[in-house]
């Protein structure tokens, strides 16, 4: 199967203007995902790099306790579509 390309060409741009809802999803959760990659490294690593080992593994945990209502929030929202997809069907 062939890769897409990374830039966007004319093709992308009629396929984001017919399906707008999946191209804003799309670009949410790559941005989501790029803010929590950004969190992790740059976060992480400048606690180790100024307090060392330890206070970076007690940034770590504090970081995944603060983002664990997030996350399953985020899992709730998505269970709750999931229903409402499934009982929207006919």
């Known amino acids: 199967m062939a890769r897409r390309p990374a830039a966007l060409d004319a093709s ?3 396929y984001m203007a017919r399906d ?6 799309q670009t ?3 941005l989501t995902v790029g803010f929590i990659l950004l969190l992790f490294t740059v976060g992480i690593g400048l606690i180790y ?3 060392g080992q330890g206070g970076a593994l007690m940034g770590l945990v504090c970081i ?3 983002l664990a209502p997030v996350i399953l929030i985020g899992l709730a929202l ?3 579509e999931w229903i409402v997809q ?5």
């Not at 707008?20 to 999803?25: D, S, V, W």
């Not at 499934?86 to 006919?90: K, L, T, Y």
């Open 12 to 14: 992308d741009f009629r």
């Open 20 to 25: 707008l809802r999946r191209y804003a999803r």
């Open 28 to 30: 949410n959760f790559r």
């Open 49 to 51: 790099i100024f307090y």
């Open 64 to 66: 995944l306790l603060g």
């Open 78 to 80: 998505a269970v709750m």
């Open 86 to 90: 499934r009982a929207n069907r006919d």
